[in-house]
T-cell receptor
């Protein structure tokens, strides 16, 4: 069964600083990988996803992630963090459930705090 | 984002109550999902419906009973819950196909407290 590890529970960065959130996965086949963001009291919003091709994936809000098969990692990055990026970030791996739907397995999340 | 709506947003219930959570998607999708988000635990998939048929039941206790009358609506019927069932319940939908061609869109969730 697939699993996702986000080693950092809570990260604090200063506004304008760069950001990297770590994600490691365990999955036997080619993984479908996702990053979601959840603001307080809100549902999850998709930032970006990887399924094949270029290992550097661009997403919304200036985020990008790089898939490294040799390290089983899919780390999320942003060159300059804004105060509005404060939220909780979830990495997930997807697996086809069959019959036109798929199952997401999520990490425990990393809460990002931004210092003005 | 109003693509997936959930009602109510907050619910407090006793262990002997019966209540229902509602999810509606306005995206024309064919697959719908229930997830449970507890404090300090990863999001857990509970149920999957595709074209109104349940395709996944992730070993969920029978006190949770899903219903999908059509591709736009998904319900989660609750009865005789336990305090440990207190959590944020998230609904999601996706158009069809595997993860590489599809995206799950999430609602804002229902914050459930069981007393």
């Amino acid at each position: 069964a697939q699993s996702v590890t986000q080693p950092d529970i809570h990260i604090t960065v200063s506004e304008g600083a760069s950001l990297e959130l770590r994600c490691n996965y365990s999955y036997g086949a080619t993984p479908y990988l996702f990053w979601y963001v959840q603001s307080p009291g809100q549902g999850l919003q998709l930032l970006l996803k990887y399924f094949s091709g270029d290992t550097l994936v661009q997403g919304i809000k200036g985020f990008e992630a790089e898939f490294k098969r040799s390290q089983s990692s899919f780390n999320l990055r942003k060159p300059s963090v804004h105060w509005s990026d404060a939220a909780e970030y979830f990495c997930a791996v997807g697996e086809d459930s069959g019959a036109g739907s798929y199952q997401l397995t999520f990490g425990k999340g990393t809460k990002l705090s931004v210092i003005p | 984002e109003t693509g997936v709506t959930q009602t109510p947003r907050h619910l407090v219930m006793g262990m002997t109550n019966k209540k229902s959570l509602k999810c509606e998607q306005h995206l024309g999708h064919n697959a719908m999902y229930w997830y449970k988000q507890s404090a300090k635990k990863p999001l857990e998939l509970m149920f999957v419906y595709n074209f109104k048929e349940q395709t996944e039941n992730n070993s969920v206790p029978s006190r949770f009973s899903p219903e999908c009358p059509n591709s736009s609506h998904l319900f989660l019927h609750l009865h005789t819950l336990q305090p440990e069932d207190s959590a944020l319940y998230l609904c999601a939908s996706s158009r069809h196909g595997g993860a590489n061609t599809d995206t799950q869109y999430f609602g804002p969730g229902t914050r459930l407290t069981v007393l």
